[in-house]
C-alpha cells in the first residue's frame, strides 16, 4: 500500500475504488454517558464504512464531536466528525480540525448547524463567522495549500476528506443542483444529503447533477431515515423544513397491520436503497436510523450491503 492510500479515510478508499458506500450516524448522549456511545457503536461496527457523529444536533447540548469521534474511533469505527458554523469562530474551527486529524481522523463534514431557537438554549447567540461554503474552503485550504484562512503557513497540513450537505428538496428547488455546484466548486469531495422520501424528485434533482457533470466531480450519498411510526411520518411531513414525505408513505404505514408499522418503515428504506444501488449519479447511501442504531445491521443485510469490503 502507497503512502497516499494509507493517508485516505476508509469512507474515501471506498468511494474511489467504485464500491457503493454505506455510512452512519451516531448521536452523543447529553452528558458524559460514553457507555451510551459504546453500545451505540457495537451496533454500527462491520455495518458501515464511516459513522457521521453529530455536533449538538438541533440545537441541544450534547457531548462534544470531536470528542464521541475519539471514542467511537477507539472502538473500531470510523468518525466522520461533522462541524457546524454555529457555535464556532474561524479561530476554533480551524484549531479544532487540526486537533481532530493530529488524532487520526481524516473525515469531517462541514455544516451550518440547526438554529439555536430551536434547541433548549434559544437565546444562545449563534455564531456563524463563515459559512459552510467558507469552511468547506477552508478545510481544503489547509488541506492542498498548507494555509490558514488568513494566509499563515500550516505546520503539518491536515489530511481531511472533506463532506457537505445537500438538501434536493429545500425551496427554491431549481436552485438546489447549483448550490450543490458551488460546494463542490468551494472543495466538497462528498455530500450526504437530506434524508429522501420523495424518489420522484430525488430522480429528477440527481438527473441534474449528472447532466451538469457534477457528479462526476463529487461522490453523493443519499440520506435515508428509516420511519418508526405513521405519527413520525405524519411530524416530518408538516414540522420539518425542507423534508418532503409523500403521502403514499404515510398510507403504506398507515395500511402496515398494528404492530408492524416499524417494520413497514424499514422495508421502504430497503426498497429505497435498493433502487439507489442502480441509480446512476449515486455513489452510496447514508443512514440516519435515529436512536434506532441497533437496526442498522438488520437493514445493511436486507438491503444488501453486507459484508463491507476491505480497502
Known amino acids: 500500500m502507497n503512502?497516499?492510500?494509507?493517508q485516505q479515510s476508509n469512507l474515501e478508499k471506498v468511494l474511489k475504488s467504485g464500491q457503493f458506500a454505506f455510512t452512519g450516524e451516531l448521536g452523543p448522549p447529553r452528558g458524559t454517558n460514553i457507555e451510551a456511545v459504546k453500545e451505540k457503536a457495537s451496533y454500527l461496527k462491520g455495518s458501515v464504512d464511516s459513522v457521521n457523529i453529530t455536533d449538538n444536533q438541533t440545537g441541544m447540548v450534547?457531548?462534544?464531536?470531536?470528542?464521541t469521534s475519539l471514542i467511537v474511533q477507539q472502538e473500531g469505527l470510523e468518525p466522520n466528525f461533522q462541524m457546524v458554523c454555529r457555535d464556532r469562530n474561524r479561530l476554533a474551527m480551524q484549531a479544532d480540525i487540526l486537533g481532530v486529524n493530529a488524532h487520526g481522523i481524516k473525515n469531517v463534514l462541514c455544516l451550518s448547524g440547526d438554529h439555536q431557537q430551536f434547541g433548549d438554549h434559544p437565546h444562545a447567540k449563534g455564531v456563524f463567522d463563515i459559512d459552510?461554503?467558507?469552511?468547506i474552503s477552508a478545510?481544503?485550504?489547509?488541506?492542498?495549500?498548507?494555509?490558514?484562512?488568513?494566509?499563515?503557513?500550516?505546520?503539518g497540513t491536515p489530511n481531511m476528506f472533506i463532506g457537505a450537505a445537500a438538501n434536493p428538496f429545500a425551496q427554491p428547488y431549481e436552485f438546489r443542483v447549483h448550490r450543490l455546484a458551488k460546494k463542490i466548486q468551494a472543495g466538497a469531495d462528498f455530500i450526504q444529503t437530506q434524508c429522501i422520501y420523495n424518489m420522484e424528485l430525488m430522480r429528477k434533482w440527481v438527473k441534474q447533477a449528472v447532466d451538469m457533470g457534477l457528479t462526476e466531480k463529487v461522490y453523493?450519498?443519499?440520506?435515508?431515515?428509516?420511519?418508526k411510526?405513521?405519527?413520525?411520518?405524519?411530524?416530518?411531513?408538516?414540522?420539518v423544513p425542507g423534508i418532503d414525505v409523500p403521502d403514499e408513505i404515510i398510507k403504506?404505514?398507515?395500511?402496515?397491520?398494528?404492530?408492524?408499522?416499524?417494520?413497514?418503515?424499514?422495508?421502504?428504506a430497503c426498497e429505497q436503497i435498493e433502487?439507489?444501488?442502480?441509480?446512476?449519479?449515486?455513489?452510496?447511501?447514508?443512514?440516519m436510523a435515529i436512536e434506532w442504531e441497533h437496526k442498522v445491521p438488520e437493514i445493511a443485510e436486507r438491503a444488501g450491503v453486507l459484508p463491507r469490503p476491505e480497502v
Do not use: Y
Not at 481544503?140 to 484562512?149: A, C, E, L
Not at 433502487?275 to 443512514?287: D, N, P, R
Open 139 to 155: 478545510v481544503k485550504k489547509m488541506r492542498d495549500q498548507g494555509q490558514f484562512m488568513a494566509g499563515g503557513e500550516l505546520d
Open 229 to 239: 411510526s405513521v405519527g413520525m411520518a405524519r411530524f416530518m411531513q408538516k414540522n
Open 132 to 135: 459552510s461554503m467558507q469552511l
Open 62 to 67: 450534547r457531548l462534544s464531536s470531536w470528542a
Open 275 to 287: 433502487e439507489f444501488k442502480e441509480m446512476k449519479g449515486i455513489s452510496g447511501v447514508h443512514l
Open 252 to 268: 403504506r404505514l398507515q395500511d402496515a397491520p398494528k404492530g408492524k408499522k416499524a417494520e413497514e418503515g424499514i422495508k421502504i
Open 220 to 227: 453523493i450519498l443519499a440520506g435515508i431515515t428509516p420511519m
Open 3 to 6: 503512502i497516499q492510500n494509507e
